[in-house]
C-alpha cells in the first residue's frame, strides 16, 4: 500500500510542480490570457489527440479492445449515476449556482489530469483505456452539459457530438489499432513528440488559473465542500466498490480509477462563462479541487492498485 502510494504521489507531485510554475508565470505576468487560450488550443486540438492516436499505434490485440469498450460502458454508467447525484444533492433557488454545482460534480479533469497520470503510471496502455473514458465524457458534456449549463435543450449540436478533437482522435486511432495499420518511424516520433506537450501545458494553464482564484472564498462555501467532496472521494469510492463487485481487475481497474477521481473539470469555467453561469465559483471549484486532489488522488489510486 505504501510503496503504491508513494509511486502514484510522486507523479502527482511532479504535476503539482509544473502547477505552481504556472501560477508564477501568472503572478509574474510571463503568461496572459490570450496566451494561456492558445496553449489550451493547442493542447485540445494537437497534444491530446497526438497522445491518444500514439497510443494506439500498435498491433491489434482483442483483449485490449475488450478493456476499451469495458473502460466506455464503466464511463457511460458512472456519469449517469453522478447525473442522478447531483440532482438530489444540488436543488439551490439560485439557478447559476445549482447548475455550476451540478456541472463541476458530474464532469472530471479525466483530460488535463488524467491522461498525463496515466502516461506516468500505466504508459500508453492507460491512456488507451483512458480515450475510451473521454470519448464518453466528452459526449456527456456536449449533451447534458450544455443542457445543464444553458437551460436550453436548442443548444444541444450533432455536430459537436462527432466533430470534436477527442471523438475525432479516438476514432483515427481505433482505425489504427484495429486494422493494424503500420506507420512509419518518423510519423510516430513527431506525434510522440507533440503529445509530450500534454503533460506540461495543461498543468501550466492549471496553475495560471489558480493563481486568479478566491481560495479563501472557496473554502467559505459549504456547498463547494459538499461538490468537491463528491467528486474526489465519495463518487470514485463508490465506482470501485461497482467496479470490484463486477470482478473488473487490473490495467482497466486502475485506468477507470484515474479518471473517475480526476479533479473538476477545467470545462466548468469555461462552459460557466459561456452561459454566464457564476465563473467565478467554478475557477474557485476547479482550483480548490485540483490542490486537494494532489492527496486525494494517490490515496484512491493507491487503494486500487491493491485490487488490480
Known amino acids: 500500500m505504501l510503496e503504491n502510494f508513494l509511486t502514484v504521489a510522486q507523479n502527482v507531485l511532479t504535476?503539482?510542480?509544473?502547477?505552481?510554475?504556472?501560477?508564477?508565470?501568472?503572478k509574474f505576468k510571463i503568461l496572459n490570457d490570450a496566451t494561456v487560450k492558445s496553449c489550451a488550443n493547442l493542447v485540445l486540438y494537437i497534444a491530446t489527440p497526438c497522445v491518444i492516436i500514439k497510443s494506439c499505434i500498435r498491433a491489434f490485440d482483442v483483449t485490449m479492445l475488450r478493456g476499451f469498450l469495458i473502460t466506455a460502458?464503466?464511463?457511460?454508467?458512472?456519469?449517469?449515476?453522478?447525473?442522478?447525484?447531483?440532482?438530489?444533492?444540488?436543488?439551490?433557488n439560485d439557478e447559476a449556482r445549482r447548475r455550476v454545482l451540478r456541472f463541476a460534480t458530474v464532469f472530471s479533469?479525466?483530460?488535463?489530469m488524467g491522461i498525463p497520470l496515466q502516461q506516468a503510471i500505466l504508459g500508453d496502455e492507460g491512456v488507451f483505456y483512458c480515450a475510451a473514458y473521454v470519448i464518453v465524457h466528452n459526449i456527456y458534456m456536449w449533451s447534458y452539459g450544455v443542457i445543464?449549463?444553458?437551460?436550453?435543450?436548442?443548444d444541444l449540436s450533432a455536430k459537436k457530438l462527432t466533430l470534436n478533437p477527442g471523438t475525432i482522435s479516438v476514432a483515427i486511432g481505433l482505425i489504427l489499432f484495429i486494422f493494424s495499420v503500420p506507420v512509419p518511424t518518423l510519423a510516430t516520433d513527431a506525434i510522440g513528440h507533440m503529445g509530450e506537450l500534454n503533460t506540461s501545458l495543461p498543468m501550466l494553464i492549471?496553475?495560471?488559473?489558480?493563481?486568479?482564484?478566491?481560495?479563501l472564498g472557496a473554502l467559505k462555501d459549504g456547498k463547494s465542500y459538499l461538490c468537491i467532496l463528491l467528486r474526489?472521494?465519495?463518487?470514485?469510492?463508490?465506482?470501485?466498490?461497482?467496479?470490484?463487485?463486477?470482478?473488473?481487475?487490473?490495467?482497466?481497474?486502475?485506468?477507470?480509477?484515474?479518471?473517475?477521481c480526476a479533479p473538476v473539470a477545467t470545462a466548468t469555467t469555461m462552459f460557466a462563462t459561456r452561459y454566464?453561469?457564476?465563473?467565478?465559483?467554478?475557477?474557485?471549484?476547479?482550483?480548490?479541487?485540483?490542490i486537494l486532489s494532489v492527496i486525494t488522488m494517490p490515496i484512491l489510486i493507491a487503494i486500487t492498485q491493491l485490487f488490480g
Do not use: W
Open 232 to 260: 474526489l472521494v465519495a463518487m470514485p469510492l463508490v465506482a470501485l466498490g461497482a467496479m470490484l463487485l463486477v470482478g473488473l481487475r487490473g490495467n482497466v481497474l486502475v485506468s477507470c480509477m484515474i479518471c473517475a
Open 148 to 154: 445543464c449549463m444553458s437551460g436550453d435543450k436548442r
Open 206 to 215: 492549471v496553475g495560471y488559473y489558480i493563481a486568479q482564484t478566491d481560495i
Open 73 to 92: 460502458a464503466v464511463a457511460a454508467v458512472n456519469f449517469a449515476v453522478l447525473i442522478v447525484v447531483s440532482h438530489l444533492c444540488f436543488r439551490e
Open 109 to 112: 479533469n479525466a483530460g488535463y
Open 15 to 26: 504535476l503539482l510542480i509544473l502547477i505552481v510554475i504556472g501560477f508564477c508565470c501568472q
Open 276 to 290: 454566464d453561469r457564476n465563473p467565478l465559483l467554478s475557477v474557485n471549484l476547479v482550483s480548490l479541487s485540483t
